[in-house]
């Protein structure tokens, strides 16, 4: 595991954030004719999550407007509590995760949550140690009808706070053969490791290890399928 990529990639995202202006809102929003220097309202969204995010209050939602690409250059950095979702139902976010970083980085207070639905977190060709969602701390972690498409480590890794909870519901992990498509570890918390329950999900790919628990992690899954790459 290329660690070292994987943290320049975390701090280059940091160093991003300070880049722009915060003015939040309880509702913000995003679409494909958007633009990162509107004011991401209902009337006026913005073109990527990591903008709206910046002016998104904490307990708030990003929706998307419409179907499309939403990673912008950078991926997601979540520090509060928030919703990300779509419109509805058939509307799907993209997020293209390049090289040495992470479609979202969450790094929540202790009792915060963050919902992420309706999200295809989806490799960029060729990239290498990537990961899809890394959640750094935070109590609650909820990724429901979402797919996670070659993520070359992990596409999914939970480190969280004490006790923390990863759901997982109605999603799919196009992973490589080797890897692990969750990754649970409790080295921050040993005697209150994070507990992943995952449900109706399908796994492809990585038929040898879908989910790989470290230093007392815990995973309860139900209505698994664990098939072949496609």
Do not use: W
Request: proline residues 5%; hydrophobic residues 45%.
């Amino acid at each position: 595991m290329n660690t070292k990529r994987v943290t320049k990639g975390l701090s280059s995202l940091l160093i991003a954030v300070a880049t722009y202006a915060v003015f939040a809102a309880p509702n913000t929003y995003v679409a494909t004719t958007g633009s990162d220097s509107a004011p991401c309202t209902l009337a006026a969204p913005c073109r990527t999550f990591f903008r709206a995010l910046l002016v998104t209050d904490s307990g708030g939602r990003v929706t998307a407007l419409d179907s499309g690409e939403f990673g912008g250059v950078v991926g997601m950095v979540i520090a509060n509590s928030v919703e990300i979702t779509t419109d509805n139902a058939d509307i799907r976010a993209r997020v293209t995760v390049p090289s040495s970083v992470s479609g979202a980085v969450i790094s929540a207070p202790s009792t915060g949550y963050v919902i992420f639905r309706n999200i295809d977190f989806v490799s960029q060709a060729g990239a290498d140690s990537n990961v899809g969602i890394h959640h750094v701390t935070g109590a609650f972690l909820y990724v429901d009808q979402c797919t996670f498409s070659n993520m070359d480590l992990q596409s999914v890794r939970a480190f969280g706070g004490p006790n923390s909870v990863l759901l997982i519901t109605n999603s799919a992990f196009f992973s490589k053969a080797e890897r692990p498509a969750i990754f649970l570890d409790g080295v921050s918390f040993p005697a209150a490791a994070p507990i992943a329950f995952v449900d109706k999900v399908h796994f492809y790919g990585n038929a040898s290890a879908p989910v790989l628990l470290r230093n007392g992690a815990t995973a309860y899954m139900t209505n698994i399928a664990v098939l072949p790459g496609i």
